[in-house]
């Protein structure tokens, strides 16, 4: 598993940000540049099957009991051993998977755009898009692709838009353009019925002080899921970030703010 590492190599600590089912860990750069500029140490890995990561090989599935021991055996290499955890959608997910461990590494929690129940709706409109081999000619018509795909996240300048695109597209040999992940990551979408996630129990037994950020039109994380994360398990912080839906892409300077604040009120 490939990761950005950022900022100074001081101690046990540092701020991991894990990225959504079909991102990478450079979905973080703007973000890591901006703490490592004020002295945190940032770890953004590419989840294995995405961005830099190898893919697995065809007997081994993509689940987050892979992701919770690479991502294990990071900490572990580094030296880690108490970590502020940012997690987008998937990222989320493994993090407050890792929160419920005996002994865990996690001392706060930003869950960006995620919480314990993600409707089968949300689960769809993902799976509907992740499996497809996506090839595009050119870089402006995977452009075009990345910008319906990734529309929610609410981005408002070209710039954002193709920068976005960068990280999300490779260039194949053969000159096509393609998504910067294994499109096996989708096999557990066509396997298995698709229904809700009900992960309350979990969410129950966290005690690790929580942030939650939702997009104000956000399709997976309902207001009245995250209201209710304001009352049971951590009894979590709620901010209701506008413009966008699943999910802020904490790209901007008003998102990395809200991050940058969260980090410094320890």
């Known amino acids: 598993m490939v990761y950005s590492d950022w900022g100074p190599r001081t101690g046990a600590y540092a701020i ?6 079909t991102r990478n860990g450079r979905d973080f750069d703007r973000l890591a540049m901006e703490l490592a500029r004020t002295g945190y140490r940032v770890l ?141 990551i989708a096999d557990a979408f066509k396997n298995t019925e698709i229904t809700d996630i009900d992960l309350w129990p979990f969410w129950a037994q966290i005690s690790t002080p929580t942030l939650v950020l939702r997009g104000e039109d956000s399709d997976l994380l309902s207001r ?10 951590p009894k979590a912080d709620l901010i209701e970030v506008s413009g966008c839906g699943h999910a802020p892409a904490l790209m901007d300077a008003h998102q990395i703010g809200l991050v940058m604040d969260w980090v410094r009120s320890s």
């Open 224 to 233: 009245e899921t995250a209201e209710q994360m304001t009352r049971t398990g």
């Open 44 to 184: 953004a890995p590419d989840i294995v099957g995405r961005g830099r990561s190898d893919h697995l090989g065809p007997l081994a599935s993509y689940e987050i009991a892979q992701y919770i021991n690479d991502i294990t055996v990071m900490l572990a290499a580094e030296g880690l051993r108490n970590v502020d955890w940012v997690g987008t959608s998937m990222g989320g997910l493994i993090g407050m998977s890792i929160a419920v461990m005996t002994g865990h590494p996690i001392k706060r929690l930003l869950l960006n755009d995620v919480g314990p129940h993600v409707p089968k709706e949300a689960l769809q409109r993902i799976g509907d898009y992740v499996g497809v081999p996506w090839r595009f000619d050119s870089f402006d018509l995977a452009l075009n692709h990345v910008r319906q795909a990734y529309a929610p996240f609410g981005l408002k300048t070209e710039e954002d838009w193709r920068y976005l695109a960068e990280l999300s597209l490779k260039q194949e040999a053969d000159g096509k353009w393609v998504m910067a992940y294994d499109t096996r």
């Open 16 to 21: 991991v940000c894990v990225h959504g089912l």
